[in-house]
């Protein structure tokens, strides 16, 4: 059960990531990010979009180390880190709700609550 949550929350964190990419190479899709401010993103907010990419290949990975799809890490470390990947997801859904940004509001909040359950649930695992 646990492998599986692991595999939906790394699907909904490669769709991210690919919006993420897409915001970082130009792609005019701000309103639905970032607070709505720029259509398109400047160079520190691209920088921030790929930052966010990297940020998700580390969810991923600690979250497939601690439903035991993969044995890296020692367990009491992934157990923390996993933690404190549900509080992380729990406040990005508080920023998406108070967003400028209704497009983010009504997308990214609730795609976000839906990761933070999943983790929280790989989390009690």
Do not use: C
């Not at 692991?6 to 991210?16: I, N, Q, R, S, V």
């Not at 549900?86 to 976000?112: C, D, N, Q, R, W």
Request: no cysteine; proline share 3%.
């Amino acid at each position: 059960m646990a492998t599986v949550l692991a595999f939906a929350l790394t699907g909904m964190l490669g769709l991210l990531a690919i919006f993420q990419i897409a915001l970082a190479a130009g792609a005019p899709l701000g309103k639905f990010a970032w607070g709505r401010e720029h259509t398109t993103l400047p160079l520190n907010l691209r920088f921030g979009a790929i930052s966010a990419v990297l940020r998700y290949a580390f969810i991923v990975f600690i979250a497939l180390d601690r439903s035991g799809t993969i044995a890296v890490l020692p367990e009491e470390f992934s157990f923390w880190v996993m933690w404190l990947i549900v509080a992380h997801l729990g406040f990005s859904v508080i920023l998406s709700l108070l967003s400028k940004s209704k497009y983010e509001k009504m997308t990214l909040a609730p795609y976000t609550f839906a990761m933070g359950v999943l983790s929280l649930l790989i989390a009690l695992q």
